[in-house]
């Protein structure tokens, strides 16, 4: 079976998120099923400059006003296709802000070329000698590819739409319909139209075969008012073809036997070996080395990862004799809050502004628990990290967080199998109260070791997802 997968951005090559992971790792889970997935993404500068050796396979006279070139490379295993049109993507500043930290204006024409290159790639002889059998997209930025296809190029071909998050919609004014040559019928309620505008997302939701979404628990979310950000309505009226498949790890990139960005290497029989990316997290963070549990923090500063209430925390964590490290970039307000506290607390909370892959692998195999309060998230991935490395998730109790983590309620702990924490509200209040019941279990040694162990057996690879993909995939191919 062939998957062309789109996607605008895609690790290693580029990232601002879970999505990057997700569409990097899932191929390679896929393969073992036969499966083999093309992966097709923009051609930002990031991306040509780590592929030099890359082969012209397609191209295109006029796409949106200008040639492009499809050309094909591959990537630890990746098998990439790459849609080099520089009037479009070749910028300074991220995939989708300048370096200003604004939006492009024209992101709306950037992913609509994107999307309209993926579905003529799935219909026409684009790339001389493969056409794929499925076609599966991710997020607002590709969501117009199942309806291109529709209105042309492969009417007939199933397509598979995963939410990442529901929160980005890629709602433009109604103005720039025109531009994205589509029948007049397009810009209709069963279409692109939402409340007035051009709903890139909404469209999408409205037009793939099947809808999937990162979490079980997600997916029922997404179906109310409070989480479905608008699109709870429709996303109703498609429940048979919805479905939440939890995310899995990269499992060789993180793994404490083996990473390159750590102290010390361990295992759930070593854990004693911790102590060395203890003491370098410390010394990177300028922490004291006293004792106590570290918190780690590693994340988007933005309300939606619940940034307020950490910043909220911060003098009860210190008063309780723990210590917290911060890696993040976001909202100003956010990191000045965390800053601030940072220095009012020297020696105790230690924060790193921007975004560093390393020194993320490093807190995770140093820290004793990682932070995660989000007030909605569709998954996420940093628990499942720190359940590989033995750093206790505290989570908020939300879509795939409340998945993933079992938490340390009696029952569990007296049945062994608890891995973390979880708590509700999603409150600063909330919060306090699990901090105090991590502090509570840290200090009893064997309590604690227990969790970590039980968390690093937990199988977060992309073993189990991937199955829940084929299937999906191969009952798309059935029906057809
Ligand atoms: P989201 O995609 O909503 O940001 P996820 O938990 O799904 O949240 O994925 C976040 C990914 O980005 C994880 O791989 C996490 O380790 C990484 N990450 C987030 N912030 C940083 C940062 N400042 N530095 C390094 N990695 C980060």
Same mark, same amino acid.
């Given at each position: 079976m062939n998957i062309l997968s789109v996607a605008s951005e895609v690790y290693p090559l580029v990232k601002t998120g879970g999505l990057a992971d997700v569409v990097g790792a899932l191929p390679a889970a896929l393969l073992p099923h036969g499966i083999k997935t093309r992966t097709l993404v923009p051609g930002y500068p990031a991306v040509l400059h780590k592929l030099k050796k /890359? =082969? =012209?396979v397609g191209g295109f006279d006029n796409l949106f006003g200008h040639s492009a070139t499809v050309f094909s490379a591959e990537i630890n295993g990746l098998d990439l296709l790459v849609l080099d049109q520089p009037a479009l993507y070749q910028r300074d500043g991220g995939p989708y802000l300048d370096t200003t930290g604004r939006d492009y204006p024209d992101n709306f024409r950037r992913f609509a070329a994107l999307s309209l290159a993926a579905a003529e790639i799935a219909g026409d002889n684009i790339i001389s000698g493969? !056409?794929?059998d499925i076609v599966h997209v991710h997020d607002w930025q590709t969501a117009l590819t199942p309806i291109y296809m529709r209105f042309g190029s492969a009417p007939d071909m199933p397509t598979v739409m995963t939410i990442h998050n529901i929160a980005f919609q890629g709602q433009f004014g109604a103005s720039v319909f025109p531009e994205l040559s589509l029948p007049p019928e397009a810009f209709s309620v069963q279409f692109l139209e939402y409340y007035g505008d051009v709903g890139f997302l909404k469209g999408g939701l409205q037009t793939a075969t099947a809808i999937t979404t990162v979490s079980p628990s997600y997916a029922q979310e997404i179906l109310t008012p409070e989480f479905g950000m608008g699109l709870d309505g429709l996303l109703s009226s498609r429940v048979d073809s919805l479905i939440g498949i939890a995310n899995g790890i990269d499992a060789d990139a993180w793994d404490p036997q083996t990473d390159p960005h750590i102290a010390e290497h361990y %295992?759930? @029989? %070593?854990? !004693? /070996? /911790?102590?060395?990316?203890?003491?370098?997290?410390?010394?990177r963070f300028g922490l004291d080395k006293t004792p106590g549990p570290i918190f780690s923090v590693i994340s988007r500063l933005t309300?939606? !990862? @619940?940034m307020d209430l950490v910043a909220e925390v911060t003098d009860d964590i210190v008063a309780l004799g723990g210590k917290l490290v911060v890696l993040g970039s976001g909202d100003s307000a956010l990191e000045g809050a965390l800053l601030a506290a940072a220095s009012r607390h020297r020696g105790h909370i230690g924060m790193v502004t921007g975004y560093d892959e390393p020194l993320s692998h490093l807190m995770q195999a140093g820290a004793d628990a990682i932070l995660i309060p989000s007030r909605f998230e569709p998954c996420g991935l940093t628990q499942l990290y720190g359940l590989r490395y033995g750093c206790v998730p505290v989570v908020a109790r939300t879509g795939g967080l409340a998945d993933t983590v079992i938490d340390a309620n009696e029952a569990a702990l007296s049945a062994r199998v608890a891995t973390g924490f979880q708590f509700l509200p999603v409150t600063a209040d909330g919060l306090?109260?699990?901090i105090r019941r991590v502090l509570r279990a840290y200090s009893e040694s064997k309590v604690w070791a227990r969790m970590q162990n039980q968390g690093m057996k937990c199988?977060?690879?992309?073993? =189990?997802?991937?199955?829940?993909y084929v299937s999906l995939y191969s009952g798309l191919l059935a029906k057809g």
């Open positions: /890359r =082969k =012209k493969w !056409k794929p %295992t759930a @029989g %070593t854990l !004693k /070996r /911790r102590a060395a990316n203890r003491r370098a997290l410390e010394e309300w939606q !990862k @619940g306090r109260l699990a199988d977060v690879s992309w073993a =189990k997802s991937a199955e829940r």
